[in-house]
């Protein structure tokens, strides 16, 4: 391979990397916030379930006031039954004893059912709590390791940016500037492998003579371009690649 050749292939692969962790890069913060969204909808259904068993607890402790309240009254009620003259009056306390047991009867059924919603909603927040804190570790375990990344990204592009600036300076300015208009009408890439008479880039045929140049080992060989979507071309053995 020449040496404008290779030069200019090693900046192909400069710029290919470049890409791939760039376009790396603009993968992470949707990553990140894929992370955020995921904990927030968790957040707000444990919050949720908290606000439940709040409310729960406090329709309990209002029942619990009421149900002491009436049995409190009913004591009462009970106690002016021995102050009673009339047959009329004992009938009318008799048939208040009755409304207020009732009353303190459903009192107590709402109770024991406000009670087993608390038994199951008790269980059901302990569960979450203790999956919330798995998932905070998780998540701060992946953000950081989505940070580390994008740190290490930074120094790798940095690197490799300085590589690029060097490679550029040894190659010939129409050169360079061929290849970059090649790479911009090409998508990132202006300098592909060719193998078994076919250009890697466009993926066709390439002439055999042409196929045939490029195959020689001569140290000042020119650049070749497909004749089909102008890309700069060399010879690569691929089976050599694959081992």
């Known amino acids: 391979m020449g040496v404008k050749l290779r030069l200019i292939n090693a900046l192909q692969k400069i710029d290919t990397e470049i890409s791939r962790i760039n376009n790396r890069k603009k993968m992470l913060p949707g990553e990140l916030a894929k992370l955020d969204e995921t ?12 606000k439940v068993l709040e409310e729960l607890n406090k329709a309990h402790k209002e029942r619990e006031e009421k149900l002491k309240r009436g049995l409190e009254n009913l004591k009462k009620t009970r106690e002016r039954l021995s ?22 009867s459903s009192m107590e059924d709402e109770i024991l059912i406000i009670m087993d919603k608390l038994d199951q909603i008790k269980k059901q ?5 203790i999956e919330l804190d798995e998932r905070r570790r ?13 740190t290490e990204m930074d120094a790798e592009i940095a690197s490799y940016l300085e590589k690029h600036l060097l490679l550029k300076e040894q190659i010939a300015p129409d050169l360079l500037k061929k290849y970059d208009t090649i790479k911009i009408r090409s998508h990132g890439v202006a300098v592909v492998a060719a193998w078994k008479e076919i250009c890697m880039g466009c993926h066709m045929n390439i ?3 042409l196929y045939i140049e490029l195959q020689k080992d001569q140290k000042d060989i020119d650049i070749e371009y497909c004749p089909h979507c102008n890309r700069i071309i060399y010879w690569e053995d691929q089976h050599k690649k694959g081992e």
Do not use: H, M, W
């Not at 927030?40 to 379930?49: G, L, P, S």
């Not at 102050?83 to 303190?104: C, G, H, P, R, W």
């Open 39 to 50: 904990l927030q909808v968790f957040c707000a259904d444990f919050e949720k379930d908290q």
């Open 83 to 104: 102050d009673v003259k009339t047959n009329k009056e004992y009938q009318a306390i008799l048939k208040e004893i009755e409304v207020t047991e009732s009353k303190n």
């Open 125 to 129: 927040v302990k569960v979450k709590e």
């Open 138 to 150: 998780d998540y701060g375990s992946k953000k950081q390791r989505i940070e580390q990344e994008l």
């Open 207 to 209: 002439p055999p003579q």
